[in-house]
C-alpha cells in the first residue's frame, strides 16, 4: 500500500523534481505524491486526502506561509501524520520554530534529493512504529477486555454466598480462592446431593492462566454434571467417567490434582476419593490436629483407564475438616522459605472446635499473607473448610 505524501511548496518545478527523483518508487507503488503551491491549498487538499501520511512542506510561501500551515495542521488530530519542514540552509531561526511546533524533521534547499529520501524513509519508519505500536496496544487492551470478562466468568462460576445454607444446623462450609494471575486453575465446589448427603469438592489444574481457567471450568462443570444427577452412580464410578471424559484429547497434557468427598450428614462418614492431592487436615473437637493418611490414586487426565477406588472416614460431631491446593503450602517468602504444612498445623490448633469455617480461612489467609509480606504470589492459592456439628 502506497504512503501517501503532500508535498507544499511555490516553486514550479518541484513537483517535476519530485516526481523526477521518485519515479522509480511511484512506478512501484511504494510511494504516491499529491501536490499544493501554499499552506491554504494543502489544507484543502488533507481534508479531501485522509490518509496522507507525511507532509513535505516549504516555510516561505505566499498565502499561508509553512509555519503557520504546521500549527494548522495539528487540527486533523491524526497522530500518525508527520512533517518534513524545507527551507533555506541560513534560515535556522524558522527552521528551530517549526521544530518546537511539532515538526518531525527537516532539509535545506538547494535540496539533496538523496538526503530528502533517506529523511522521507525514517520518517515512513517512524509512522509504522507508531501504527504498529497502536496496533499491540489496542490488541493488549483487547486482551485485558477478554481476561476481565473471563475473570468475571470464572468467579461466577464458583460458590460464593457464605454461609451456604443457613437453614442447615447440621454442617457449615466455607471456601476461597485466590487466583495468582488474573484467572486461575484451582477449583472448588460443593452442594447438597440430597438431604442427607454433602457434596464437596477441592481441585488444582497444573498450569496457571487462561489455559487452566479453562481447564478448570470443565473440570468443574463436567464433576456438577455427574453428581448432581439423581441417577449418579458410586463416587468411585463417577470419579472413573469423569476422568476418561478428561483424559480424552489432552492435547495440552495438563492434569488436575483433586479431592472428592461426599460427606453422609447423619452419620458424619465421608466417603472420598483423593486424587493425587495435598492430604486434608482433620481438627478434632479435643483441638487436636490429624493429617489424614494419605491412600491416593493418580491425578486426574494422566490415565484415563484409572480404576479409582473409594476410601472413608469419620468426622464426629464438632470436627472440622481443612482441605487446601498446594499454593499454602508452597507459598514462599521474600528469603524462599515455604509456608509449609505445620504453620497450617500450628494455625488449626490455635482454633477453638467451635470456630466456624470462614474465621478459620480468614486466619489462614491472613498468617499466609503476613508470611509472604509482598512477595509476589506463584500460585493459586485455594482452601475449602468443612465443620460437621452432626444431628442436632
Do not use: W
Not at 218 to 231: D, G, R
Not at 265 to 277: C, F, Q
Not at 292 to 309: E, F, Q, R, S, V
Amino acid at each position: 500500500m502506497a504512503v501517501k505524501i503532500l508535498s507544499v511548496d511555490d516553486e514550479a518545478d518541484m513537483e517535476m523534481l519530485i516526481t523526477q527523483q521518485f519515479r522509480r518508487q511511484i512506478r512501484d507503488k511504494s510511494l504516491e505524491f499529491i501536490f499544493a503551491n501554499n499552506g491554504t491549498e494543502a489544507l484543502q487538499l488533507l481534508d479531501q486526502n485522509q490518509d496522507v501520511m507525511v507532509v513535505l512542506s516549504d516555510i516561505n510561501m505566499p498565502e499561508m506561509d509553512g509555519l503557520t500551515f504546521l500549527s494548522k495542521i495539528d487540527d486533523h488530530k491524526n497522530p500518525y501524520l508527520k512533517t518534513i519542514m524545507v527551507s533555506a540552509f541560513n534560515d535556522m531561526d524558522n527552521i528551530r520554530t517549526a521544530m518546537n511546533r511539532g515538526a518531525f524533521d527537516f532539509v535545506t534547499k538547494p535540496i539533496n534529493f538523496e538526503d530528502l529520501e533517506i529523511t522521507i524513509n525514517k520518517t515512513i519508519s517512524h509512522i509504522n512504529m507508531l501504527v504498529n505500536s497502536q496496533y499491540e496496544h489496542d490488541q493488549l487492551v483487547a486482551i485485558q477486555n477478554d481476561i476481565n470478562i473471563a475473570q468475571e466468568i470464572q468467579q461466577a462460576m464458583l460458590p460464593k454466598t457464605f454461609p451456604p445454607f443457613p437453614d442447615r444446623t447440621d454442617f457449615d462450609l466455607h471456601a476461597f480462592l485466590k487466583a495468582a494471575k488474573f484467572v486461575g486453575g484451582d477449583l472448588f465446589d460443593y452442594f447438597l446431593m440430597d438431604d442427607n448427603r454433602l457434596f464437596f469438592l477441592i481441585g488444582d489444574v497444573s498450569d496457571k492462566g487462561i489455559p487452566a481457567s479453562l481447564f478448570m471450568a470443565i473440570t468443574k462443570a463436567i464433576f456438577k454434571s455427574h453428581f448432581s444427577n439423581k441417577n449418579c452412580g458410586t463416587i468411585s464410578e463417577e470419579v472413573c467417567r469423569i476422568n476418561d471424559f478428561l483424559s480424552s484429547d489432552n492435547e495440552s497434557m495438563m492434569f488436575v490434582t483433586a479431592f472428592i468427598g461426599i460427606l453422609d450428614l447423619k452419620t458424619g462418614t465421608i466417603e472420598y476419593i483423593d486424587a493425587g492431592h495435598e492430604p486434608p487436615l482433620i481438627l478434632r473437637k479435643n483441638n487436636q490436629v490429624e493429617v489424614l493418611k494419605k491412600k491416593g490414586g493418580l491425578a486426574l487426565c494422566i490415565d484415563g483407564n484409572y480404576p479409582y477406588t473409594a476410601n472413608t472416614f469419620v468426622l464426629e460431631p464438632g470436627d472440622t475438616l481443612f482441605t487446601y491446593t498446594d499454593g499454602v503450602t508452597d507459598a514462599n517468602n521474600a528469603t524462599g522459605e515455604r509456608f509449609g504444612l505445620q504453620r497450617i498445623k500450628d494455625l488449626l490448633t490455635t482454633e477453638t472446635a467451635t470456630a466456624a469455617p470462614k474465621q478459620i480461612n480468614d486466619t489462614v489467609l491472613h498468617q499466609l499473607q503476613a508470611f509472604i509480606n509482598g512477595v509476589a504470589q506463584f500460585d493459586d492459592i485455594t482452601a475449602l473448610t468443612l465443620h460437621y456439628a452432626g444431628v442436632q
